[in-house]
């Protein structure tokens, strides 16, 4: 055997060289959680792309929220200098109703498992339960937040192209045209508050289990806490019942006139509804592993 031969570890006896697989070794495992996750979020992509429903309910939530947002910019006039019609709020009106859909798309890709029976079949494949929670909160977030984006480019457009000849001009105290910051921040924030409300609404839906009773829940939440917080007569509980409501808390992200006055800041505001939404996604979660299928 030639010195060659022993450098290169080649069969004397062929005229090949090593191996090009030798000591390659397998490839490397991805990270349990990581798997477990990844494969979460592809079924649980799986399961709302095949649902017909998905795409009608996503369907409905841009149609009622670019119709409500536009009969608003069409019917509110300024009819004089600082009026006070806030035109983040007029020409994003339709943001209330819409939300309202959202929540029963979310409650609905978490609920109907129970009412089927089929969440049974999902803990099997997946053990994680809190993965497969996560996995459906993501999905329904990133499908609410594209028809979202749709939905709020639509009425936002409607509204630059309505307000201004309803008196919403320079004249009156809006400057030279309605798109500054704080529009942009209105229209983009309402993007984020129908994802929280789905997260909102994914979290209520695991703790409850049930489609009705959750539904009921999110919209009263949503709802009633703010008819509750108007009987309040006292200002300073009157005020205080508005910040923790998480509608009125969270549409605050809409506001672009007298901030000072506001009971929260936008930023605050929208903050308060996350605040709701992960609070409700983890006791639904910590639901999860102490509860039965």
């Not at 498992?113 to 809190?130: H, K, Q, S």
């Not at 108007?230 to 007298?258: D, E, F, K, Y």
């Amino acid at each position: 055997m030639t010195a060659s031969a022993l450098r290169t570890g080649a069969d004397p006896g062929s005229g090949s060289g090593p191996d090009p697989g030798a000591g390659a070794g397998p490839p490397a495992p991805r990270h349990p959680a990581l798997a477990t996750f990844t494969d979460a979020l592809h079924a649980e992509w799986t399961k709302l792309r095949t649902v017909a429903g998905t795409a009608w309910l996503l369907a409905a939530a841009v149609v009622l929220t670019v119709g409500l947002s536009a009969a608003s910019a069409t019917s509110v006039t300024c009819d004089g200098p600082h009026c006070g019609e806030d035109p983040g709020t007029v020409g994003l009106l339709g943001v209330i109703l819409g939300q309202a859909v959202v929540a029963v798309l979310a409650v609905l890709a978490v609920a109907d498992e129970y009412t089927t029976g089929m969440i049974r079949v999902t803990f099997t494949a997946m053990p994680r339960r809190e993965a497969v929670l996560a996995a459906k909160a993501s999905i329904v977030a990133a499908l609410t937040g594209v028809a979202g984006l749709v939905a709020i480019a639509a009425s936002a457009g409607v509204a630059l192209a309505l307000l201004p000849g309803n008196g919403f001009t320079a004249a009156n105290g809006y400057g030279p045209h309605l798109t500054t910051a704080a529009t942009a921040r209105a229209a983009f924030g309402s993007v984020l508050y129908l994802m929280l409300v789905a997260l909102l609404a994914v979290g209520v839906a695991a703790l409850l289990r049930d489609s009705a009773l959750a539904i009921g829940a999110v919209l009263g939440l949503l709802y009633l806490f703010p008819v509750v917080a108007m009987v309040i007569s006292n200002p300073v509980w009157h005020r205080h019942a508005l910040q923790l409501a998480p509608m009125q808390a969270g549409l605050s992200i809409q506001n672009t006139i007298n901030l000072s006055h506001q009971p929260l800041s936008p930023w605050q505001g929208l903050g308060v509804l996350a605040l709701w939404a992960f609070g409700a996604l983890a006791i639904g979660g910590l639901t999860l592993r102490i509860r039965d299928a």
